[in-house]
């Protein structure tokens, strides 16, 4: 299949992918605050996001091996992306079993109504620990992902995916039928993790049949290196959580589980733009990933070029859109019983454009499995962002956790673009020539259009 032609399934079934998560999103929000009320609702978003933390403990052994195979299969090397694959598993396996005795032990004892409010002890140490294990048994969803990847069938991966909410969220809406207790609600969760992992090993084997489990391909010399790969990719999923997971915590400890809903809630929206960046990513990742198995450097400079150019387009239209119908689709979507005033929407939109401008490169850092530096870097940013979240809310309230974000754009514009025009050995001339080509040939499209 040609890089063009790859890019554009991905594209396809990552539109589809984002549509129909903005979709869910849209269903869902209006959905729970119905059926759970606003304070309830509040309380079940904190509880939905503290079992996030978990998947730092996959190590991030899913993205690392799907990078190495993708480059290995590249190279025509089949034994090898084998062996990756079968030592992949093998870690992921063994993670998930230590883990879910570890939640049998630990979660109970820890006091959650006191933290929670207004549930009992056991129903929330349930409802956690169904989470924890639903997240303990995604882990190998990541591993069949890496085998679409490797095959460069993202694209059904993609599509498989965007099918998991929805049939979480009804089996959330047959539980709320009945009760609103929240650990059948993550009894439901957990349910819909296991279908869709069946579904995933069935369909990634019959994408690539090369890439089966043998105990023989298994490598303990190999766990070393997938380890601290491994660790460095975990620096952003865990500086996604400071940032995502972590606001919502010091906003329920700071302001309550009101201010929690609007916070939540009015993120969601704004991250609509965010969607549309990722799928710029989630196009050319896989893609990425074979240009530089294959040493074609030429193309992967140029790639990259169009990626950056395309999410800053879009974050900058998404943004003006916002601005001025923002707050009238957040009272169509939520309902009266929460508003917000514009200069709170502004302020939520204002890291949007800095987000842009490093997001899509960083693709080639982690597509090339050299990632390192990023990640450290990505980490202390949102640990510096999480401290400024505590103060800012703390003296501004929701304002100021909005604007904390920004800190992290800020820190790590210069040292992505920097790294990853040494990695596809492109210079800041072409960079910077290549991106305004991109616009103008997208404008002048739009323009042809609408002529």
Known sequence: MSVKGSIIKNIGAGTWGKLSNVLFRLVQVPLLISALGVEDYGRWLVLASLPAWIRLANFGF??????????????????????????????????????????????????????????????????????????????????????????????????????????????????????????????????????????????????MPLLTFSIKDVQPSRFRALFWKGMAFQAFPLGNALVFQGNLLIIQAILGPYAVTVFGTTRTLIRTINQAMELVNQAIWPEMSHLFGSNDMGRASKLHRLGVGVSIIGACIGTIFLMFFGKDLYGLWVGQDITISNHLLI?????????????????????????EGLAIRYLLSTLVGFIACIVLCYFQGIEGAALSTIVADLVLIPYVIKNSLILTEDTWISFFRGILLEISSIKNLVLKRMA
Do not use: C
């Open 62 to 207: 899913g993205n690392v091996a799907a990078n190495e195979m993708s480059m290995l299969l590249a190279a025509n090397e089949v034994d090898k992306a084998r062996k990756v694959y079968s030592t992949t598993l093998t870690l992921i396996t063994i993670i998930g079993v230590v883990g879910g005795l570890l939640a049998t032990i630990v979660v109970p004892l820890i006091p959650w109504d006191g933290f929670i409010g207004q549930k009992s002890q056991h129903e929330i140490s349930k409802a956690v620990y169904w989470l924890a294990i639903s997240v303990f048994v995604s882990f190998l969803i990541d591993v069949s992902y890496s085998r679409f990847r490797a095959a460069r069938k993202a694209h059904v991966s993609v599509l498989i995916g965007s099918f998991m909410p929805w049939v979480e969220l009804l089996l959330m809406v047959i539980v709320l039928r009945y009760t609103t207790r929240f650990d059948y609600l993550g009894l439901a969760v957990l349910g819909s993790t296991v279908l869709f992992l069946g579904l995933y090993q069935f369909l990634s084997r019959k994408s």
């Open 347 to 371: 302020i939520f939109l204002i890291p949007i454009p800095f987000n842009a401008v490093w997001f899509t490169s960083s693709v080639v850092h982690l597509a090339s499995n050299k990632h």
